[in-house]
Antibody
Framework: EVQLVESGGGLVKPGGSLKLSCAAS????????MSWVRQTPEKRLEWVAT????????YYPDSVKGRFTISRDNAKNTLYLQMSSLRSEDTAMYYC????????????WGQGTSVTVSS | DIQMTQSPSSLSASLGGKVTITCKAS??????IAWYQHKPGKGPRLLIH???TLQPGIPSRFSGSGSGRDYSFSISNLEPEDIATYYC????????FGGGTKLEIK
């Protein structure tokens, strides 16, 4: 059974940093691209980052580029999202999701970890 | 960046009825659209990808169609467990979600 379990969320002050993790199991992690997607308090879904299966290629929207870094450890079956210079608008539920490739939709998602940016 | 305009933002329908949601892309997305069901406390569930391909295990009550910039998603024979918010996603060029449609049962 495919499982994705996010962790690392919490309350952080504006300008602070946080690192999210996503533990994967039930599939060959190294064969899949992975993405982070967030749901804002207004219930909008926003793509945050994508990494290729081998980790060589990463993609970000302009809203987080230069502040967020996606990475992965295929030996540990774990995906990461390092977030820095956090803003109030980064407050959201963060989900990790797997993709077969960059021309595929995300087919399995975790249950999310909550990040609140507030002073 | 590609924008996705999803409508309606909410709708109410009767059990056994049919609903249709539309998504309009700001440019041709070559049928690279997926539809998700999202319930509180869970991750989104992929229902349909590449416009009309059902994920394994998804009942045929769910369907999708479209081309170019215009796409639609339908649920027929509505059941109580269909109460959720539905989102479209374009993945032709990076990723962009529609604004979501909250479905309620009358």
């Amino acid at each position: 059974e495919v499982q994705l379990v996010e962790s690392g969320g919490g309350l952080v002050k504006p300008g602070g940093s946080l690192k999210l993790s996503c533990a994967a199991s039930g599939f060959t992690f190294s064969s899949y691209a992975m993405s982070w997607v967030r749901q804002t308090p207004e219930k909008r879904l926003e793509w945050v980052a994508t990494i290729s299966s081998g980790g060589s290629y990463t993609y970000y929207p302009d809203s987080v580029k230069g502040r967020f870094t996606i990475s992965r450890d295929n030996a540990k079956n774990t995906l990461y999202l390092q977030m820095s210079s956090l803003r109030s608008e980064d407050t959201a539920m963060y989900y990790c999701a797997r993709r077969k490739g960059l021309r595929d939709a995300m087919d399995y998602w975790g249950q999310g970890t909550s990040v609140t940016v507030s002073s | 960046d590609i924008q996705m305009t999803q409508s309606p933002s909410s709708l109410s329908a009767s059990l056994g009825g049919k609903v249709t949601i539309t998504c309009k892309a700001s440019q041709d997305i070559n049928k690279y659209i997926a539809w998700y069901q999202h319930k509180p406390g869970k991750g989104p569930r992929l229902l349909i990808h590449y416009t009309s391909t059902l994920q394994p295990g998804i009942p045929s009550r769910f369907s999708g169609s479209g081309s170019g910039r215009d796409y639609s998603f339908s649920i027929s024979n509505l059941e109580p467990e269909d109460i959720a918010t539905y989102y479209c996603l374009q993945y032709d060029n990076l990723l962009t979600f529609g604004g979501g449609t909250k479905l309620e049962i009358k």
